[in-house]
């Protein structure tokens, strides 16, 4: 009779705690809402995916190859067009580092490589239009890129690692203006959720930020909109699966 009561006694706690685990213990992703042409913004979002093997069976994926795609915002389709991929550049180098890339003078993005061997001293660079795709060469890396955690007003962008209390599934973004730090968004999210990268859109009234998830997410600096989402197409290179790397920047 005991060991009767033992054993209800422990299934009722198994059946309790499960329940309260269920209730408290998981935290959903944050919502947020999809974005459409219907929103009205301007200019190009411009990131860097890995295309990786879809391995059945360890070991991991294999990265085939990196590259770079934009969404152009005013356009009714919001499609993602390749800028380039590392595969393209296979004449120039085989030593491309795509984590490199960033904007430069609005419409182009250069890629910094290196021409002989990391023994010398000096870099050469890929200049990619991003509309066209078109490549050309210049012989060093003495560009001046776009500053995208700074906005025109002079506002910060603070680094999301800092701001979020992974440990509390608390996750925010931030900004500094002169004075103050201001909130821009906070909410509570699974421990392996993150943003990363974020970025100022060219007005300095909106961030642009991926997320753990595979999207793009748009802020409201001042909340005038609830976050948007921008949903990536994880087969959109001969069904190959897209691994989302970082944003590269909030091109006008």
């Not at 190009?44 to 915002?73: G, T, W």
């Not at 991929?85 to 120039?92: E, I, R, T, V, W």
């Not at 609005?106 to 795709?133: A, F, T």
Request: charged fraction near 25%.
């Amino acid at each position: 009779m005991t060991n009767k009561r033992l054993l209800i006694s422990s299934i009722t706690i198994l059946i309790l705690t499960t329940i309260i685990v269920a209730i408290f213990g998981i935290v959903p992703l944050p919502e947020y809402v999809d974005l459409s042409s219907e929103n009205n913004f301007e200019g190009k979002l411009i990131y860097f995916v890995e295309i990786q093997s879809e391995n059945i069976i360890p070991p991991a994926p294999d990265i085939i190859d990196s590259c770079i795609f934009y969404i152009d915002l005013s356009a009714d389709s919001l499609e993602e067009e390749k800028v380039v991929c590392s595969s393209d550049l296979y004449n120039f180098s085989y030593d491309i580092n795509f984590y490199d890339a960033q904007i430069y003078d609005k419409n182009n993005i250069i890629l910094p490589y290196w021409n002989d061997g990391r023994d010398s001293l000096y870099r050469n660079v890929l200049i990619v239009d991003i509309e066209s795709g078109e490549i050309s060469k210049d012989a060093n890396d003495n560009f001046s890129v776009e500053n995208n955690k700074m906005n025109v007003y002079g506002e910060k962008l603070i680094d999301p690692w800092e701001t979020s209390d992974y440990n509390s599934r608390v996750i925010g973004v931030y900004y500094v203006d002169r004075i103050k730090t201001v909130e821009v968004f906070n909410s509570r999210a699974p421990s392996n959720y993150y943003f990363e990268s974020l970025h100022w859109s060219p007005d300095g009234n909106n961030i642009i930020a991926g997320d753990s998830e595979n999207n793009l997410i748009i802020f409201s600096k001042n909340q005038e909109f609830n976050p948007l989402k921008v949903n990536l197409n994880p087969e959109l290179v001969n069904d190959e699966r897209l691994d989302f790397v970082r944003v590269l920047g909030w091109s006008s």
